[in-house]
């Protein structure tokens, strides 16, 4: 899984961002704003992050590593495209190519083999996931899909039922 930070469910030391001031540049030096480093640090690793104070409250924070950081009005895809929960997905381009549809068949499990909750798994398998983006090179892997669930909803996201590891699905193509 992989979702969109909110600054508010972030506090502690601050990071000063530097970056485009949209999204027509890449690796630019303008200053984007001070956040909570966890915060900043959790775009870096999603791709993205809702601004929730200060001038740029309500944009979002953006990061590629081929474009760096920058600001938008919309979380962003690799491309540079508004990103959809849950249809966006990003596919190591060995098994999925961009633009390949598919659904999850249950069972769905996790990493540790555990099912995953029952509601969240109705919720997986109810969606037709689309292959519009991709991963930092070398983070993927053979097989590996992300499925872009939207914002994070609490503070310790990542420690929540929403954020699993899931093992050995099976996808059902459309």
Known sequence: MYYTAVESFHSGATTAVKGCPDQD????NSALGTYP??????????????????????RYLNWSY???????????????????PWVSAAADGGVL???????LQAPLRQDDGSAVDGGFAAQLGAAT??????FTPGLGGAGHLDLYIGEENQVNFMSGPRYITMSNATIIMM
Not at 25 to 28: L, T, Y
Not at 37 to 58: L, N
Not at 129 to 134: E, G, L, P, T
Request: charged share 20%; with cysteine; net charge neutral.
């Open 25 to 28: 540049c890449a690796f630019g």
């Open 37 to 58: 480093s966890t915060f900043v640090k959790a775009v870096k690793d999603e791709g993205a992050g809702r601004i929730t104070s200060g001038a740029q409250a309500g």
């Open 66 to 84: 081929d474009v760096g950081y920058w600001l938008d009005s919309v979380p962003c895809n690799t491309h540079g495209n508004a990103l959809t």
């Open 97 to 103: 190519r961009q633009g390949a549809r598919f659904r």
């Open 129 to 134: 996931w689309n292959v519009d983006d991709q």
